[in-house]
């Protein structure tokens, strides 16, 4: 196993890889620049025949680009970030310090949310102490021996310690709670409370993203199109299947809005090929039981609630379309599982979010629309109003956040002579 | 609308059977042919079940194997009310599963013609692995369930399931609590149990308990004390799963070996089997050989989780339970949420035909992971009824 990536079993292991972590920061600034530089070749180091089958990592792999950072520094820190010292702001200076040592508590769910949580502080000058969730160590074993080989000086590497311990081991999570300066957590309700449960020192920023799900909606004009109507079904199969249903971004309804000579049947048939056509290319290599019964249920389930209800299914349970008309969102099964509503007004279903919807993957042929709808959304508790097929698309702000400013400390200089 | 005669006649013939003695190949023709026409029937009588067979990837009348005729998840018992074939009016009883704390149990309508079949099922069974007679029945539970009622639970379904062996039926658990191990029982009437114990002594007697009750209220409070039975003659039939046990450390053959050694007897005569009431009228009782089988009026599919396709021998899956006996409620072809390896599918060295099969615990409950996991809504907890 690679040094990057350390199992740990005691409290002083972790203590000590922040003292280290924290020195390191303390003596050797990096400059952004030299984070970009170092990301663009890990990016293209990525483009390995075996890491390609990783869940994500094409998206990573653009993530990484400095085509895609660059805007999201400058964004988040302003212009002068890039050459690395003080920029004006009014009569006073600002400049952009590390917290110091992130924590990071990704996700089990999604392969590449380690390294993703990861960059988000990295850009902003920060060390990395990241605990690794046991499925996950493989993969990220093999992500980091890339990082490694194009950081030949270690000036990144060695800003990251990553440690593998049992989730059941509070004393660890503990104890690397309470060694850092800020904490990026991800994940479902249960896992995310437990880590906020933890003792941080007082002066730690948190930053949480999770619990959340994700719809798409669609008006009449739209997914009435029989000429783009396939490709938006592609779009939609595209976004069902990344992280096989299981990120706080995957679509588990989809609204359709009600229109004039429009059939939900036609639409659904559609959907069925792009989704047959989607598993044919990214078929399941293993399931949970307990999720195959929980999708033969909701199949079941579904279809006596109701004598309206439709559904489309192979024997496998490969896929699942629900349809049926009702504004109120089901539970949602995952399992690449996806319930479409017909509504009669789709501002209507919209008004009924509550706040855990955190993106709205939208297909609306009318900007004005769309314009109310956005606006409604963001009423509602919506983070994310993207186009259908780009949900996952991980970008600042997510959730509702920065992703890089939250782990960085503006510091405001007024010169003492004028 | 009562059952069609030729659906009547067709499980009368498979029940008057000797329970496991139709080779597979002819017990799946007959099982196919009455499978499909309690399907159509059950298509006529419930409209809601009929849009599911509807939505089935398959017709189910050009099906030619049972395996692909289309099945329900027993979860869907858990519904309220019941799902059923026949009018509240004609419903006998409704059966509970013993569901742990917090779960909503599945409920079972019965009328009398599946309640009837589902006893003559359970007796055909029974009576291949302790033979015919009757004798003294000790029920290792209490009193109350074995009275008649409209509701049962799966306990006291299975207690009254053996009835019909009994010259006598004691019951030796006492109801009501007494802060002993299960709040449910106020303890072991000891002075009755030996009482019987010494006039039964060399009768053949027939013993009834739930897994952990047996455990927790006979053996271990009897044992401690270094009590015995001296009940050489006995069969000790047991059911309602290891999950408890297995919490306690307690292994098969740690219980097996505290059983017999209560009873004074040797450990081919306590069987485990598995049931469950949403399988009405068959029950799996392990074999000398360790396996399960499946009577002439039942059969089992073992699925890969990954394919929904019957799985190879040697193979581990969930089950799925297939029975002719039910027409009060659609419970003919049923997914379980329990896993089991498929020994063979040829015939057992102990002489049954058919699947062997052995069970290997519940699937654990899928969590919906990470960010989609939901408990509670943000904002208005009003809204989103659907949402939990």
């Given amino acids: 196993m690679s040094e990057l990536i350390q199992v740990v079993d005691s409290a002083q292991e972790i203590s000590g890889a922040a003292r280290r972590l924290r020195e390191i920061g303390r003596l050797k600034e990096i400059h952004p620049q030299v984070v970009l530089d170092i990301f663009e070749q890990w990016a293209a180091a990525l483009d390995d025949r075996e890491l390609r089958k990783v869940s994500g990592m094409t998206f990573l792999r653009l993530w990484l680009r400095r085509g895609n950072l660059e805007p999201l520094l400058l964004r988040e820190l302003g212009s002068g970030v890039l050459n690395g010292g003080w920029w004006e702001d009014g009569r006073a200076r600002l400049r952009a310090f590390p917290l110091g040592v992130v924590g990071h508590w990704p996700a089990g769910n999604v392969e590449i949310q380690p390294i993703l949580s990861m960059t988000c502080a990295l850009l902003g000058g920060n060390c990395c102490l990241v605990r690794v969730p046991s499925g996950l160590v493989c993969t990220m074993q093999r992500v980091m021996e890339k990082l490694e080989q194009v950081d030949s000086k270690g000036v990144m590497t060695e800003r990251i310690f990553m440690a593998s311990f049992d989730h059941s081991r509070t004393d660890l999570h503990e104890s690397m709670a309470q060694t850092v300066d800020g904490a990026i957590i991800w994940g479902g309700e249960e896992a995310v409370t437990q880590v906020r449960r933890l003792q941080f020192p007082h002066w730690a920023r948190i930053l949480v993203f999770g619990p959340r799900v994700s719809a798409g909606a669609m008006d009449a004009a739209t997914w009435g199109d029989r000429v783009e109507r396939a490709s938006w079904c592609r779009r939609i199969a595209r976004d069902v299947w990344q992280f096989d249903q299981q990120a706080c971004s995957s679509p588990q309804t989809l609204f359709l809005e009600r229109g004039e000579g429009c059939d939900p049947s036609e639409f659904v048939e559609d959907l069925r090929e792009a989704f047959d056509e989607e598993n044919r290319h990214h078929p399941r290599q293993q399931i949970e039981p307990g999720m195959t019964s929980a999708i033969s249920l909701v199949r079941a389930s579904w279809l006596l609630e109701s004598e309206k209800n439709r559904a489309l299914f192979p024997a496998s349970p490969d896929w699942t379309i629900l349809l049926g008309e009702n504004a109120d969102m089901p539970k949602p099964t995952q399992g690449r599982t996806l319930t479409v509503l017909v509504v009669d007004d789709l501002l209507k279903a919209i008004s009924k979010f509550d706040g855990t919807l955190q993106t709205l993957g939208l297909g609306v042929a009318d900007p004005e629309r769309e314009e109310a709808i956005a606006k409604l959304a963001g009423r509602s508790g919506v983070d994310r109003i993207v186009k259908l097929g780009r949900m996952h698309v991980f970008s600042s702000p997510w959730d509702g956040t920065e992703l890089i400013r939250p782990m960085v400390r503006l510091v405001r200089h007024v010169a003492s002579q004028t | ?232 003659n006995v069969r000790v039939l047991h059911s309602g799963g290891w999950k408890r046990l297995e919490q306690q450390a307690v292994t098969r053959d740690v219980f097996i070996d505290g059983v017999a050694a209560l009873f004074g007897c040797g450990p081919d005569r306590i069987v485990d089997y598995y049931g469950m009431v949403e399988n009405v009228g068959v029950i799996y009782p392990d074999c000398d050989q360790g396996n399960k089988h499946v009577p002439n009026f039942a059969e089992v599919i073992v699925r890969d989780p990954l394919t929904l396709a019957p799985v190879r021998a040697g193979e581990r899956g969930l089950i799925q339970v297939c029975s002719v006996l039910p027409t009060s409620f659609p419970g003919f072809l049923l997914l379980t949420e329990d896993m089991a390896e498929v020994i063979g599918y040829g015939d057992c060295s102990c002489g049954r035909k058919g699947i062997s099969f052995r069970f290997s615990g519940r699937a654990p409950k899928a969590e919906v992971r990470g960010c989609g996991n939901l408990d509670s809504t943000r904002y208005q907890p009003t809204q989103w009824g659907g949402v939990v």
């Fill in chain 2, 1 to 232: 609308m009562s059952t069609p005669a030729e659906i009547e006649q067709g499980i009368e013939r498979l029940l008057q059977k000797a329970p496991y003695s139709v080779d597979s190949e002819q017990r799946h023709r007959a099982l196919l042919d009455l499978l499909k026409k309690e399907l159509a029937y059950a298509c006529e009588k419930n409209t809601r079940f009929r849009n599911f067979v509807e939505h089935w990837p398959a017709d189910f009348r050009d099906a030619e194997r049972i395996a692909d005729l289309p099945y329900l998840p027993v979860g869907v018992f858990k519904s309220n009310p019941p799902l059923a074939l026949v009018s509240a009016d004609h419903v006998a009883r409704t059966l509970t599963s013993s569901a742990t704390t917090g779960q909503t149990p599945s409920r079972i309508v019965l009328d009398t013609a599946t309640a009837r079949r589902m006893s003559k099922g359970v007796i055909t069974i029974v009576r291949d692995f302790v033979g015919p007679s009757r004798r003294p029945y000790l029920v290792v539970d209490t009193p109350e369930n074995l009275a008649a009622q409209t509701q049962l639970g799966a306990r006291g379904a299975a207690i009254q399931a053996l009835r019909s062996f009994a010259t006598e039926i004691v019951c030796c658990l006492g109801s009501g609590q007494r802060g002993n191990s299960d709040p449910n029982f106020s303890g072991l009437n000891e002075e009755k149990l030996l009482a019987c114990a010494a006039k039964w002594k060399d009768t053949e007697v027939l013993v009834y308990g739930f897994t952990y009750v047996i455990w927790t209220e006979l053996v271990q409070p009897l044992l401690r004390r270094g009590v015995t039975l001296n009940l050489p």
